[in-house]
């Protein structure tokens, strides 16, 4: 979820990982698994080298989804730890 909300937010890749809070090797591997299932897309950057990464349709849907399901199980978890 944290990667996906990321990616919704930057399209850099370094920014998505130090969001995500994760390691660069980390990231590209999660990045790829999200773009081989077509959570996200590959678009090239402002400069022709540099690679940038957007959330598709199916992304937007599972990040909302996720939103979702947090959202309902937060006020449980926290019943449950009092």
């Known amino acids: 979820?944290?990667?996906l909300m990321?990616?919704?937010q930057t399209s850099k890749p370094?920014?998505?990982?130090?969001?995500a809070n994760l390691s660069w090797r980390d990231t590209k591997k999660h990045l790829e698994f999200l773009v081989s299932q077509g959570f996200v897309t590959?678009?090239?950057?402002?400069?022709?080298?540099?690679i940038e990464y957007r959330l598709?349709?199916?992304?937007f849907e599972a990040l909302e989804a996720l939103r979702k399901v947090t959202g309902a199980l937060s006020?449980?978890?926290a019943i449950q730890q009092v």
């Open 1 to 3: 979820m944290d990667l």
């Open 6 to 8: 990321a990616v919704s």
């Open 14 to 19: 370094t920014r998505i990982g130090n969001q």
């Open 42 to 50: 590959v678009v090239k950057g402002e400069k022709e080298r540099r």
């Open 56 to 59: 598709t349709k199916k992304g």
């Open 75 to 77: 006020p449980k978890l």
